[in-house]
């Protein structure tokens, strides 16, 4: 129900913009991010911003990166400027949904992309 796209290969301080969007039967969405995990470690929070518009960030992206989320298509996006290569990571965007009403909301993940920052 979480499709993302939009990583690729860039140089540092270049610029990539992930965008997620859900799909499918949802009654509503509540807060929607993006994460990322390198091989051997936890995946982590990168960005969130909840269904109010407020947003928060890891503190190795603040200034870089803008999470910002369209309620009316179901998007997230994630801009990302100043890439470093420490910012090279699988991405996965995250929501947490209510399919039907009356029960909690639960989190979806996407299928994670890839980005990749070069030196």
């Known amino acids: 129900q979480l499709q993302a796209c939009g990583g690729g290969l860039v140089q540092a301080g270049g610029s990539l913009r992930l965008s997620c969007a859900v799909s499918?039967?949802?009654?509503?969405?509540?807060?929607m991010g993006w994460y990322r995990q390198v091989p051997g470690k936890q995946r982590e929070l990168v960005a969130r911003v909840t269904s109010a518009g407020s947003t928060n960030y890891a503190d190795s992206v603040k200034g870089r990166f803008t999470i910002s989320r369209d309620n009316a298509k179901n998007t997230v996006t994630l801009q990302m400027n100043s890439l470093k290569p420490e910012d090279t990571a699988v991405y996965y965007c995250n929501a947490d949904l209510r399919v039907v009403p009356v029960t909690a909301y639960r989190p979806y993940w996407g299928q994670g992309t890839q980005v990749t920052v070069s030196s």
């Open positions: 499918g039967s949802i009654y509503s969405i509540n807060g």
